[in-house]
Structures are given as structure tokens and as C-alpha cells.
């Protein structure tokens, strides 16, 4: 019964080992990587029609510095591009809105060109008719 009981209690301490092993510890503070969250903004900005070319080229400047190791210069200029996405973001849905605005009123002139030609063309037709032969002349024969 002995026996039993130790390999139990083994098999309990292996599995809360694996347990203990495989969830890091809450102590331990995990560094996070600031870059995605920037590039999640400037990736909604740009699906929303804002021009974000320039704080895309910061972020990659920002980026190479990172990676050469100038940690404090990278992070003023992440933090410069970061704020100016934020700003951007409150106007984001009124850049959209006015584009979209813009395309269907350019789609609806294009499509009531034909609407268009259907009536005015033969008024103006009818209209230049009677311009033209408004002084001539009737004979009796």
C-alpha cells in the first residue's frame, strides 16, 4: 500500500512540476514590444484613406535604431509617431466619410450623364431649330 501511495504522490509532483514549468511566473516581468501596437494604428489609419507615409518611415527609422541598440532614441521617436497616430485617429472616420462622400457623388454624376442627354438633347436640338429658321420666309405658291 506504501508503494502505491509514493508512486501516486510522484505522478502528483511530476504534473504539478510540468504545471509550474510550463505558465511563467507572475513575478517576472515580460517586456513588451511597443512596435505592434503603433503599426495596428497606422494600418487602421491607412484602410481609413489617411496619408501615413511619412510616420510609416519614422516607425522604420525608429525600428533600425532599435535594432542597433539605440534603445532611449528609438523610443522618443516611437513615442512622436505614436501620439501623432492618436491624433489622427479622432479624425479618421471624418477623412473616410468625406472620401466616400467624394467617390459616390462622382459615381452618381457619371451615371446621370445619360439621364441627362436623354432630356436636355433634344430640347436643345428643338431649341437651335427654331433659332435658325425663325426669320425665314414663307412663299404662296
Known sequence: MKATTGISLLII?????TILASNPSNSQEEVQDPFPEVLAKLTYLNSMGV????LVDDLNEA????QKGN???AMSILNEVNATASSL???AD????????????EAALLLSI???IYVALPRAYAYFWYNS?????????
Do not use: C, D, G
Not at 471624418?94 to 457623388?105: D, G, N, S, V
Not at 429658321?133 to 405658291?141: E, G
Open 13 to 17: 509532483f511530476f504534473i504539478f512540476a
Open 51 to 54: 496619408n501615413v507615409t511619412s
Open 63 to 66: 525600428l533600425m535604431l532599435y
Open 71 to 73: 534603445i532611449s532614441q
Open 89 to 91: 485617429l479622432s479624425r
Open 94 to 105: 471624418e477623412t473616410h466619410f468625406r472620401q466616400l462622400f467624394e467617390k459616390y457623388t
Open 114 to 116: 445619360p439621364l441627362i
Open 133 to 141: 429658321r425663325k426669320n425665314w420666309k414663307v412663299k404662296k405658291k
